[in-house]
Nanobody, 126 residues
Framework: QVQLVESGGGLVQAGGSLRLSCAASGRTFSSYVMGWFRQAPGKEREFVAAISRSAGTTRYADSVKGRFTISRDNAKNTVYLQMNSLKPEDTAVYYC???????????????????WGQGTQATVSS
C-alpha cells in the first residue's frame, strides 16, 4: 500500500512557475514508476509526465514538453513537477500516481497506475 499526498498548487499569473511535490508513504517508493496527471473542469483526466523508478527515463505530454520537468528523490520518497511558463490552459487539479510496472518506458496510461493522491489545484490567470 502506498499513500500519496500532493502539495504546491496555487494561483499564479500566466508565464509564472509552480513546483508540485508528491510525498509517498512506505519503504517501496523506488519500486514504482511515478506519474503526474491533470484534470481540468469538464475535461477528461490527461497524462502530464512520468518518470522511471531510477529516474533514468522520463516522458511528457506534448502540451508540456519544454516547460515542465518531472524529477524524483527516492531517498525522500518524493516526486516533483516543476512547471514553468505556465498558461491558462494548464489550470487543473494535478494528481500524482504510482505504477508498479517494470517496463523501461514509463506508462502514459492512467490505467496502469494503481495508487493516486487526492490532487492539488493549480490555477493560472491570464
Amino acid at each position: 500500500q502506498v499513500q500519496l499526498v500532493e502539495s504546491g498548487g496555487g494561483l499564479v499569473q500566466a508565464g509564472g512557475s509552480l513546483r508540485l511535490s508528491c510525498a509517498a508513504s512506505g519503504r517501496t517508493f523506488s519500486s514504482y514508476v511515478m506519474g503526474w496527471f491533470r484534470q481540468a473542469p469538464g475535461k477528461e483526466r490527461e497524462f502530464v509526465a512520468a518518470i522511471s523508478r531510477s529516474a533514468g527515463t522520463t516522458r511528457y505530454a506534448d502540451s508540456v514538453k519544454g516547460r515542465f520537468t518531472i524529477s524524483r528523490d527516492n531517498a525522500k520518497n518524493t516526486v516533483y513537477l516543476q512547471m514553468n511558463s505556465l498558461k491558462p490552459e494548464d489550470t487543473a487539479v494535478y494528481y500524482c500516481a504510482a505504477d508498479p510496472g517494470t517496463y523501461y518506458y514509463p506508462s502514459v496510461s492512467g490505467k496502469t497506475y494503481i495508487y493516486w493522491g487526492q490532487g492539488t489545484q493549480a490555477t493560472v490567470s491570464s
